[in-house]
């Protein structure tokens, strides 16, 4: 792949992906797939991996809040997915781009032949030009959505990274509903400065982690710079930016400070 041209791993989480009252943001999800499909036409190779199925799932089934049980989030989740890729794959389809899903579970990564066959379903995809849009199976897999019951997922941040090491990718992007990492909580601290590059992950940098963030995601500040250690470890960039401004994906994969930057030292 020429220089310039970089593999991409893009995350983007619930809380961009849908209102508050759980149904899909349509304008944001276009406006994703629109700069995805260009990002993809300009000759670098796109990966998007997804949240959302669950809270879909819920709004699509008229349920007036989350499921609590296991089986009942899981098959929101069932419904979620499904009404998802459709949406995903019209909209993509629009922008002359064809994508593939790909539902994963901690066996799916863990297991060193399933992993090698993952990567060359990822590396053929790829080749062709198609956007893989990944997610956790949660109609199968408890890891997210009971978080503890699996060491390697968990979320979609850590999927993510996981991916981004996988596919042995140049840059993981994860779009969420704050604009990167700062040294105090911007909330309740008006002082706070946002870090721009962050080159190690030092006791200092990991204190600087809050809790979860809305309802409708499940990772917080903390799960992101576990996925930083990962994707670093790996060899991979990662930026931490909002996802209200897709934009912004453009100057981030020339490289500009926009979010936090995660700067590894290249292989």
Request: aromatic share 2%; with cysteine; proline share 2%.
């Amino acid at each position: 792949m020429e220089q310039n041209k970089q593999r991409i791993v893009v995350k983007v989480g619930t809380s961009t992906l849908t209102h508050d009252s759980g149904s899909l943001d349509l304008r944001s999800m276009e406006h994703l797939v629109r700069v995805l499909a260009d990002l993809s036409g300009a000759g670098h190779e796109v990966i998007l991996v997804t949240s959302g199925a669950i809270a879909v799932g819920t709004a699509r089934l008229g349920l007036v809040e989350r499921p609590r049980e296991l089986r009942m989030k899981q098959a929101a989740a069932a419904v979620g997915q499904c009404r998802m890729m459709h949406i995903y794959d019209k909209l993509f389809s629009e922008y002359n781009r064809s994508m593939a899903q790909i539902l994963l579970t901690g066996d799916d990564v863990e297991a060193p032949d399933r992993a090698k066959h993952l990567r060359s379903t990822f590396s053929a995809l790829l080749e062709m030009g198609v956007i893989p849009v990944v997610n956790e199976n949660d109609s199968v897999s408890s890891a997210e959505i009971e978080t503890g019951h699996h060491k390697v997922l968990g979320d979609n941040d850590t999927l993510s990274a996981i991916v981004a090491e996988l596919c042995r990718a140049d840059l993981l992007v994860l779009l969420s509903d704050i604009d990167g990492l700062y040294d105090a909580d911007p909330k309740t601290c008006p002082g706070a400065k946002l870090l721009h590059r962050v080159t190690e992950l030092t006791p200092d940098i990991l204190e600087m982690a809050g809790g979860a963030g809305t309802w409708r995601g499940t990772g917080g500040m903390a799960t992101k710079l576990s996925a930083a250690r990962i994707a670093m470890a790996a060899g991979c960039d990662m930026v931490i930016t909002n996802g209200a401004r897709m934009e912004d994906l453009y100057g981030i994969v020339e490289g500009q400070d926009i979010g936090t930057r995660f700067l590894t030292d290249k292989r």
